[in-house]
């Protein structure tokens, strides 16, 4: 399984970024995609998650600024994130799981500076 994450860059406080991590190779029906995200000197931490049922899990942090949805037949998953702040600056990663395998995006760089 291979991913391609896009959709990073430079954005003001306030403002909004649209991630997508698309999937290709041996897609299993049922699996879940994520978003992580590892800021300079922090552990990776989850964002989000969605299953392949459209069941979410979010981080507290998130608080109702992002949403994760996705596009089963594109095997692609978004996250939208709005109001963001300095301290959303960070790499995110998208991931892919199913049964004890887990794959892994190149990650994008979003940095929210004014």
């Known amino acids: 399984v291979q991913l391609q994450a896009s959709g990073g860059g430079l954005v003001q406080p306030g403002g909004s970024l649209r991630l997508s991590c698309a999937a290709s190779?041996?897609?299993?029906?049922?699996?879940?995609m994520g978003w992580y995200r590892q800021a300079p000197g922090k552990q990776r931490e989850l964002v989000a998650a969605?299953?392949?049922?459209?069941?979410?899990n979010y981080a507290d942090f998130v608080k109702g600024r992002f949403t994760i949805f996705r596009d089963n037949a594109k095997n692609t998953v978004y996250l939208q994130l709005n109001s963001l702040k300095p301290e959303d600056t960070a790499v995110y990663y998208c991931?892919?799981?199913?049964?004890?395998?887990?794959?892994w995006g190149q990650g994008t760089l979003v940095t929210v500076s004014s």
């Open positions: 991931e892919y799981s199913y049964s004890i395998y887990s794959y």
């Open positions: 190779g041996s897609i299993f029906r049922i699996n879940t």
């Open positions: 969605i299953t392949s049922g459209g069941n979410t």
